[in-house]
Nanobody, 123 residues
């Protein structure tokens, strides 16, 4: 069973940057994807970015394009989300997720979740 542990996050002013990390433990094999989702209070959980472990191919949601970058370090079994040019509307709880690769930013593809990391962006 794969376990995901997140770190990073915090509070930042608009225009600032944060980097989130998610380290996977356990046995990972085959075609596997890691992704970042976020959920603001009272709103639906949205896919932010995803990456295929084998090919290192990234996918981005509309809100992330041009501002966020997903990457991975295979040796450390870690995926990162670099968030630049942050806006107040980026404020949310961010979750790392892992699962089989299919539609990438659909949460139904993911069966393992990190504990969540709060990101708060002030004006």
């Amino acid at each position: 069973q794969v376990q995901l542990v997140q770190s990073g996050g915090g509070s930042v002013q608009a225009g600032g940057s944060l980097r989130l990390s998610c380290q996977a433990s356990g046995y990972i094999y085959g075609d596997y994807c890691l992704a970042w989702f976020r959920q603001a209070p009272g709103k639906e959980r949205d896919g932010v970015a995803a990456i295929r472990r084998a090919s290192n191919s990234p996918w981005y949601g509309d809100a992330a394009k041009g501002r966020f970058t997903i990457s991975q370090d295979a040796a450390k079994n870690t995926v990162y989300l670099q968030m630049n040019m942050l806006r107040p509307e980026d404020t949310a709880m961010y979750y790392c997720a892992g699962g089989n690769c299919d539609r990438m930013l659909d949460q139904r593809d993911y069966d393992t979740w990190g504990q969540g990391t709060q990101v708060t962006v002030s004006s």
